[in-house]
């Protein structure tokens, strides 16, 4: 299993095939039995109001093509990745 294909599907918009769900792929986790999940976001509803993510088996996404909607972290593992920060932390982001 290649951990970086995976980790590429964060960001980009993503539909379950079998609830019919919508959004954004914005986690991705692996789990102790050999499971790799992702976390879809929904768009914000015409209220403004952001509803509940779900978590689906990548094996039932069907994944856009493109861009991802976001610049994603740059995930780099061992001493020299200490102190780093994602997008989300970068001063003039919020």
């Known amino acids: 299993m290649n951990v970086k ?8 918009r993503a539909e379950d095939r079998v609830t019919g769900f ?4 914005c986690s991705i986790y692996f789990d102790l039995y050999g499971c790799v999940q992702a976390v879809i976001c929904p768009q914000v509803d015409k ?6 993510p779900h978590c689906y088996d990548v094996s039932r996404l069907i994944v ?18 200490e ?3 994602g ?5 003039g982001f919020l």
């Open 5 to 12: 294909i995976h980790l590429d599907l964060l960001g980009r």
């Open 22 to 25: 919508k959004g954004v792929v």
């Open 47 to 52: 209220d403004g109001k952001q509803g509940d």
């Open 64 to 81: 856009s093509e493109g861009d991802p909607v976001m610049e994603r972290p740059n995930y780099e593992f061992g001493p020299v990745a």
């Open 83 to 85: 102190g780093r920060k």
């Open 87 to 91: 997008p989300a932390e970068k001063p």
